[in-house]
């Protein structure tokens, strides 16, 4: 007997892992690979305000998914470089994370979560959904705490945000300020 749903089914499970996957596979050169073409991407206007105040995110998204708690005091930084330094690429980017602990992506674990570098982002990505995989969000699913870009020269600018063991961030957001940087 045969399900209805059953192909529907083996496709998001299938699609499910393959993001999953990927995100566990992303090595140092995979993050210098996907982090190079948003070098090429115009850079973002400074958002001094930067934070959700949107009380929308202390709900659960529309999909029904909720998002893991944050404990109070969490922080995540830029350790490395600083704000508003003029460094040559590849940029060696450092992170920092305070109150949590970090652990790579599908492993569930209270207080815990990877970091995503959002690079050149002019705005903040649905918080309520798992974050995508893309050349101005490069996800860290192994549980690197640094990394290597390539970067063109120019001004740029890098903010982390934490994500759970689904890639979503936690309530509040765990995030850094957004730095910019100059590259020669």
Known sequence: MRIPFQRSLLVALISSTA??????????????EAAAPAAQAPAAADHSNHMNTDDSADKPAATGITRSPAPEGAAAEIVSPANGATVSSPVK?????????????????????????????????????????NDQVVHFGKGQTETELELEPGTHTLQLLLGDYRHVPHEPPVMSEKITITVE
């Open 19 to 32: 993001l999953l996957q990927a995100c566990s596979d992303n090595s140092e050169d995979a993050a210098k």
């Open 93 to 133: 980017v450092v992170f920092g994370l305070e109150g949590m602990d970090v652990a790579p992506a599908g492993n569930e674990q209270d207080n815990s979560g990877h970091h995503h570098l959002l690079i050149d982002l002019e705005s903040l990505p649905d918080m309520g959904m798992p974050l995508p995989a």
